[in-house]
Structures are given as C-alpha cells and as structure tokens.
Nanobody
C-alpha cells in the first residue's frame, strides 16, 4: 500500500497550489481520505476529509473557503486545491487513509504518505 504526495512548493501569499496524492495497493474508492499538515515545531493538524464517493467534504475552520478537497476514484487520486494561501499555511502536507469508524482522530489514521512541503512566503 502506498500514498505518494506531490505538488508542494514555494508560493507567495495569496497564491495557489494543488497537491496530489497517488494511492495504490488498496481499494481507494472504499475509504474516506484526509489531508493533514504539520508546521515546524507544531503538532499535526487535520485539514480536510472527503468521503469515498466524494460527495461529502469537511474542512478545518482555518482553511474553510480557501481549500478544496476532491478525488478521482478511477485514477486513485486525491487532491487538495489551495487558494489564497497565507504564511501560516506553511507546513508539510500529508495525505492519509481513514480506516472505518466514527469520529476518528488523525492518530488513528492507518496509512500516511511521506508528505509534500508547502512554503508560503514573500
């Protein structure tokens, strides 16, 4: 099983980036998927979750209205469109598989990618 993120980089405040996560080794369309980020010297922070069909999405208040999570089950891809980026969005961004269950914390996510770095700076 693998999750491989890409698309990170350096961008100026107000800019946009699209992160991608390629999934393999499991039935992608059966699982909720999430994005989690970790800023330097801070703990991991949940960013967003999408249900298996893509019709339900959830966002942290800090990114609501600026970020959009979506998926392509045929391609086994997860995405995070990030607009109006702020310096406080600087972090290592991970995609993670959410195992079955209700109200799971990020520490219960069972598979994680290696992360892709996003830096927002002028």
């Amino acid at each position: 099983l693998q999750l491989v993120e890409s698309g990170g980089g350096m961008v100026q405040p107000g800019g946009s980036l699209r992160l991608s996560c390629a999934a393999s080794g499991f039935t992608f369309s059966n699982y909720n998927m999430s994005w989690v980020r970790q800023a330097p010297e801070k703990g991991p922070e949940w960013v967003s979750t999408i249900n298996p069909g893509g019709g339900s999405t959830y966002y942290a208040d800090s990114v609501k209205g600026r970020f959009t999570i979506f998926r392509d089950n045929a391609k086994k891809m997860l995405y995070l469109q990030m607009n109006s980026l702020k310096p406080e969005d600087t972090a290592l961004y991970y995609c993670a598989r959410v195992p079955p269950g209700d109200s799971l914390s990020i520490y219960e996510y069972d598979y994680w990618g290696q992360g892709t770095q996003v830096t927002v700076s002028s």
